[in-house]
């Protein structure tokens, strides 16, 4: 458990980002967690962030602090990067299935620990799939992700739909999207969705 330095709200270390100061006293996101130093814990949003950016950071570490230009810009970018290399990892992996079909037979089959779906994909696709999965219960859905994002991770175009399989990465990718869904907004998906995959 974390205090924020912008919200003075205590939540666990998985939905907060960690910055740290480098000896210029420049301020450093440290989203994995692994840099020396003390760490400056903010709720993973970006109006926390960017209100701890207009003095919080400093007050907490009671010293002048360097914060760089687009703080939350730039640690939105570093979270995306993180999410977009676990889903490569678990293509690499095996854990995962692409496309509708494929998505739709894992539900049906109980094999399915987190469903992805492209934020800006056809609302009727989406919809079918996520009635699926609540039919099984707790499936969580990752729905911050761009049809051209999930293609970047997944080395293909037009990646819509795909499931991922129980076991540690899909849990690593859950804690992962809940830190990136904090710094974006859903893109409202209208009737022009992508739904071919």
Same mark, same amino acid.
């Given at each position: 458990m974390r205090r924020c330095v912008a919200t003075w709200t205590v939540r666990p270390a998985r939905e907060m980002v960690r910055f740290v100061l480098d000896?210029?006293?420049?301020?450093?996101?440290?989203?994995?967690?692994?840099?020396?130093?003390?760490?400056?814990?903010?709720?993973?949003?970006?109006?926390?962030?960017?209100?701890?950016?207009?003095?919080?950071?400093?007050?907490?570490?009671?010293?002048?602090?360097?914060?760089?230009? +687009?703080?939350?810009?730039? !640690?939105? %970018?570093? @979270?995306?990067?993180?999410? =977009?290399?676990l889903l490569g990892l678990a293509k690499r992996a095996g854990e995962l299935v692409l496309g509708f079909d494929r998505v739709a037979e894992a539900l049906?089959?109980?094999?399915?620990?987190?469903?992805?779906q492209a934020e800006d994909a056809s609302p009727l696709g989406r919809a079918k799939l996520a009635a699926k999965a609540r039919v099984l219960g707790r499936v969580p859905?990752?729905?911050?992700?761009?049809?051209?994002?999930?293609?970047?991770?997944? +080395?293909?175009?037009?990646? !819509?739909? %795909?499931? @991922?399989?129980?076991?540690? =990465?899909?849990?690593?990718?859950l804690d992962e999207t809940v830190r990136l869904r904090g710094f974006r907004s859903r893109m409202a998906a209208g009737d022009g969705g992508v739904d071919t995959e």
């Amino acid at each position: 458990m974390r205090r924020c330095v912008a919200t003075w709200t205590v939540r666990p270390a998985r939905e907060m980002v960690r910055f740290v100061l480098d000896p210029d006293g420049n301020l450093v996101a440290d989203v994995a967690g692994r840099l020396p130093g003390h760490g400056l814990w903010v709720t993973a949003e970006r109006s926390a962030v960017e209100r701890a950016a207009k003095g919080a950071f400093a007050k907490a570490a009671r010293t002048s602090v360097k914060v760089p230009a +687009g703080l939350a810009d730039r !640690v939105e %970018a570093l @979270l995306l990067r993180r999410v =977009l290399d676990l889903l490569g990892l678990a293509k690499r992996a095996g854990e995962l299935v692409l496309g509708f079909d494929r998505v739709a037979e894992a539900l049906d089959a109980g094999r399915v620990a987190a469903l992805v779906q492209a934020e800006d994909a056809s609302p009727l696709g989406r919809a079918k799939l996520a009635a699926k999965a609540r039919v099984l219960g707790r499936v969580p859905e990752i729905d911050c992700l761009s049809v051209a994002e999930l293609g970047l991770a997944l +080395g293909r175009e037009n990646v !819509v739909h %795909a499931a @991922l399989a129980p076991g540690g =990465l899909a849990r690593r990718l859950l804690d992962e999207t809940v830190r990136l869904r904090g710094f974006r907004s859903r893109m409202a998906a209208g009737d022009g969705g992508v739904d071919t995959e």
